[in-house]
């Protein structure tokens, strides 16, 4: 079995559902449950012995000694991790917790679990971290994608945390000989996607008749990728990246903010038109900047396409299409998340926008 941590968040849960859905190799997901974490992305396997979740914080060296014993996996793929780059400003204290001591707790635990395996064992095994672009820092209009040689530049609390964590997976390969693989990922979008981020926030937003917060004048770029092809870039790397190897995932897909806002008012305008007929663009609100704001981001991928043969398989067209009928086909889904801890974030993070 595989031991995935962050599992009942946006791309973990994407990628537990995705790996059942193709594989019959079971699946041990420990996940804290933070606010980001929601078990009901999972209903879908309740009745499904292929998938054992645990409810743990990866900080707990008891907790992850006592299941790596028990349910000897043959490897861990980490994306349990404080996510959101506004909260990261708001409060780091919990992104050095989770980010950096859960992932050294982690490494350490798995460290020991991998020493003591039988020869052909420990060959198997593997670690893949799950990691960022934003660990590069910001690009400049014309300057080319960031390739894995690209400094770490990181410029938020978040980046910073999972630079940090980068370093220690890439320490405890070149120090202990840990068979580690790491992946530094653009944005992702689709389904489960919490509504604190841009693409599900504007989507909820707009349906809800609220304002869509821009901040500054909307011109960042972020190059964006559906999640199934992160989760497909992940088992790819899993099955045959080279070990103490860093890939790149991307999308080609670079936009601006403004531009995602304004597509994502259009398709909606066409699926769910405004009962006064009006573009969803009305409810376009420009708000007080992210401090700290990266500019650019993009993505060069062609290491792991020459190497591992991996492509994306939607377009940003297509992705998107099927990530705005998502979120139409899942109001309940989307009334859930939207609780007591949500709200009063959103409340914290825009009163003074
Ligand atoms: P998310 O915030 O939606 O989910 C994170 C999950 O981790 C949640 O289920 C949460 O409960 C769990 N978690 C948090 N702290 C934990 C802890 N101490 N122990 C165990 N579980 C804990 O995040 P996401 O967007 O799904 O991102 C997953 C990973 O992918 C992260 O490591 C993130 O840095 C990375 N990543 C995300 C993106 C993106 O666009 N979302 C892009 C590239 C890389
Ligand atoms: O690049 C990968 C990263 O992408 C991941 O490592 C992070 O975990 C993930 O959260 C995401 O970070 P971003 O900060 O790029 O994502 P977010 O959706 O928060 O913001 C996307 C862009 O939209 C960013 O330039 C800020 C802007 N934005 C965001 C929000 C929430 C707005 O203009 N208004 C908003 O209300």
Partial sequence: ????????????????????????????NLDKLTYAGNVHNLDSLSQDTRHTFVQGDIA???????????????????????????????????????????????????????????????????????STDEVYGTLEPEA???????????????????????????????????????????????????????????????LAGKPLPIYGDGRQIRDWLYVRDHCSAIRRVLEAGRLGETYNVGGWNESANIDIVRLICSLLD?????ADGQSYAAQITHVTDRPGHDRRYAIDARKLERELGWKPAETFETGIRKTVQWYLEHPEWVAQVQSGAYRDWVQKQYQSA
Wanted: negative net charge; hydrophobic residues 40%; glycine residues 6%.
């Fill in 1 to 28: 079995m595989i031991l995935v941590t962050g599992g009942a968040g946006f791309i973990g849960a994407n990628f537990v559902l995705d790996w059942l859905a193709q594989c019959d190799e079971p699946v041990l």
């Fill in 60 to 130: 707990d060296r008891t907790l992850l000694d006592r299941l790596l014993a028990q349910h000897r996996p043959r490897a861990v793929v980490n994306f349990a991790a404080e996510s959101h780059v506004d909260r990261s400003i708001h409060g780091p204290e919990d992104f050095i917790q989770t980010n950096v001591v859960g992932t050294f707790r982690l490494l350490e635990a798995v460290r020991q679990h991998w020493s003591g395996l039988p020869a052909m064992e420990k060959e198997a095994f593997r670690f893949l971290h799950v």
């Fill in 144 to 206: 080319p994608a960031f390739t894995e040689t690209h400094n770490y530049e990181p410029n938020s609390p978040y980046s910073a945390s999972k630079a940090a964590s980068d370093h220690l997976v890439r320490a405890w390969h070149h120090t202990y000989g840990l068979p580690v693989l790491t992946t530094n990922c653009s944005n992702n979008y689709g389904p489960y996607h919490f509504p604190e981020k841009l693409i599900p926030l504007v989507i909820v937003n707009a």
């Fill in 270 to 274: 066409e699926l769910r038109p405004r």
